[in-house]
């Protein structure tokens, strides 16, 4: 707007004819519009949505398609995300010589007054049918106590969790079959019985050891391919599980992670320590309690990264909201598919694989035609700037712009937005786009200003300059749209050569109806067929300063940060 009223004021004290003005004026402000950008984004990624809805994938957010794609540090919960949250019963072995039968008995209907979950659901399936005690206290699972237990009348309380939360100490021969299941990958519970109530959700301080159960996880069939995926893509992988962390070790050993022995407990992490000193040195985090997965996908956040979570339960809501993308099965609690962008309708890990590359296709497609649409803005900025103090009138009606924004811009770009693009994308998307938007505008401004001077030393009028104004800045146009269009299949190299055509025949054909004066004129000729055939030297040339210089002001800008830093 200041550009315009600048621009208007100048021009309108300088003897210009008052319509001849306003057109310009128009002319000057719509060009610096990116006019279609925005459609063309929204289009895109609707269009993305409704192919990732085909694979049976839930996007809550268009913006996360563009999030994942970006992603380069994935947390996962192992339930649910490399497991499939299926949980088979190994063996029930009993301590203390506690009866058999009356340790499945206890089980049984411990877990019969407990909420429903995956390891209630594997004891259940083994165990007898429970017995009609009556409870007087529940005391349900959550992820801090890592316990949960129920007190019955007359029999007293069954309690059944971690090993290490349950118990202080364990003796030796029970604690040699727990570490070597749980080396297996195996999960191991401990079952407690007590003569004393559950109080205040404390453990009773009498309890005895009945009984210990070995289950193992299901692995996803698809779990490997899709973190093989990833780690090609360069997508680095941590595991954030509540679980025991040398179970989730194998588990991730036999997933395919890279470095599944560095592994840590996250319960011997006192609450004052930092827990950036153990990002970098562990790839699997184990016991780990809801605030700490938090803490972590902030820390890894804070470290730079484009972070995305998966999980499934009320425990890993807190680091989803945290984290840039959150992903959750379908089978996870209604809580956790609440606050996601993704939900995995068909509970498919693989189908990640195919939300990253369509995010993708959309990001790199719309970097590149991104530039076009900047190169209108660039040049119409420089060239209302560079008319205020020059005199004349701005080199354009606003109807002279439609054959470059319609076969240079927009037509082009609908179809290039949709092209099977998967390259990883390329850090600092402003760069990336500023640089051949920069170029374009630098150079259609360039000719603007040969044709304009030129022009003026041949007498020729407003409308012949005009006219070969918009012949040059086309040229521009369609060398940029060749540029950013590479690799050139058959395909986008007869699209171009057909929108150059049309380009061409509509100003020789409709020049009355966009303004333009007869090109095919021997003096013209001389002055504008130089031009055209220079154009491609040119624009490779004001490229190699422009990224030069672009550039090193990054390295500038960069330098200076980290001397702010220091």
Request: with cysteine; hydrophobic share 45%.
């Amino acid at each position: 707007m200041p550009i315009g009223i600048a621009l208007f004021l100048s021009k309108s004290t300088s003897g210009i004819n008052t319509n001849e003005v306003i057109l310009g004026v128009s002319a000057a402000m719509i060009g610096m519009i990116p006019e279609g950008l925005i459609l063309i984004t929204s289009i895109a990624l609707a269009v993305e949505v409704i192919n990732l809805s085909k694979k049976k994938v839930l996007v809550k957010t268009m913006g996360s398609i563009e999030n994942l794609a970006r992603v380069d540090l994935l947390c996962l919960d192992k339930t649910g995300t490399i497991t499939d949250g299926n949980i088979k019963l190994v063996d029930i072995i009993t301590c203390e010589d506690f009866e058999i039968d009356k340790l499945k008995e206890g089980i049984s209907t411990l877990v019969e007054n407990l909420e429903e979950n995956a390891t209630s659901k594997a004891l259940k399936v083994e165990l007898p049918s429970p017995k009609s005690w009556k409870p007087i206290n529940r005391v349900q699972f959550s992820s801090a106590r890592k316990w949960s237990g129920v007190t019955f009348e007359k029999e007293g309380s069954y309690i059944m969790g971690a090993p290490e939360f349950v118990f202080e100490k364990i003796s030796p021969s029970i604690q040699s079959i727990i570490d070597e299941s749980t080396n297996k990958g195996e999960r191991v519970l401990v079952f407690a019985h007590s003569n004393d109530s559950i109080v205040d959700n404390e453990l009773p301080k009498d309890r005895k050891l009945i009984g210990i159960s070995i289950m193992e996880d299901t692995i996803r069939p698809e779990a490997a391919n899709t973190l093989n995926y990833f780690k090609k893509q360069g997508v680095a992988i941590k595991i954030i599980s509540g679980d025991n962390p040398k179970t989730v070790s194998q588990i991730a050993k036999r997933a395919g992670v890279d470095n599944s022995d560095k592994y840590i407990d996250m319960s011997s992490i006192s609450d004052n320590d930092d827990l950036k000193n153990y990002t970098s040195k562990y790839e699997i985090f184990g016991r780990v309690s809801p605030e700490q997965k938090k803490e972590l996908v902030k820390i890894f956040k804070d470290e730079g990264h484009t972070v995305g979570m998966t999980g499934d339960g009320v425990n890993d809501i807190l680091a989803l909201k945290e984290s840039d993308c959150s992903i959750v099965m379908a089978e996870g609690s209604d809580a956790a598919k609440g606050v996601s962008d993704f939900v995995l309708l068909d509970s498919n890990f693989d189908s990640m694989i195919g939300v990253v590359m369509g995010g993708r296709r959309v990001v790199n497609n719309i970097q590149q035609v991104a530039s076009q649409y900047l190169m209108k803005t660039v040049y119409s900025i420089i060239l209302a700037i560079i008319f205020i103090f020059m005199k004349g009138s701005y080199p354009f009606h606003p109807i002279q712009l439609m054959p470059i924004t319609s076969l240079g811009v927009g037509i082009p770009s609908f179809f290039l937005a949709f092209r099977p693009n998967y390259s990883q994308i390329k850090e600092n998307l402003l760069l990336n786009i500023s640089i051949p938007a920069l170029t374009s505008g630098i150079c259609a401004v360039f000719y603007i200003m040969i044709i304009s001077i030129v022009g003026n030393m041949l007498n020729f009028n407003e409308a012949v300059i005009s006219t070969l104004c918009v012949l040059l800045t086309g040229s521009v146009c369609f060398t940029s749209l060749w540029h950013i269009s590479k690799p050139i299949d058959k395909k986008v190299g007869f699209m171009i050569i057909t929108l150059v055509t049309i380009f061409v025949l509509t100003i020789i054909l409709f020049r009355n109806i966009f303004s333009f004066v007869n090109i095919i004129n021997l003096k013209m000729m001389i002055l504008y067929i130089p031009l055209i055939l220079s154009v491609i030297p040119i624009y490779k040339f004001i490229r190699k300063m422009v990224t030069y210089i672009v550039m090193k002001y990054v390295k500038y800008k960069s330098k200076m940060k980290q001397n702010k830093k220091s």
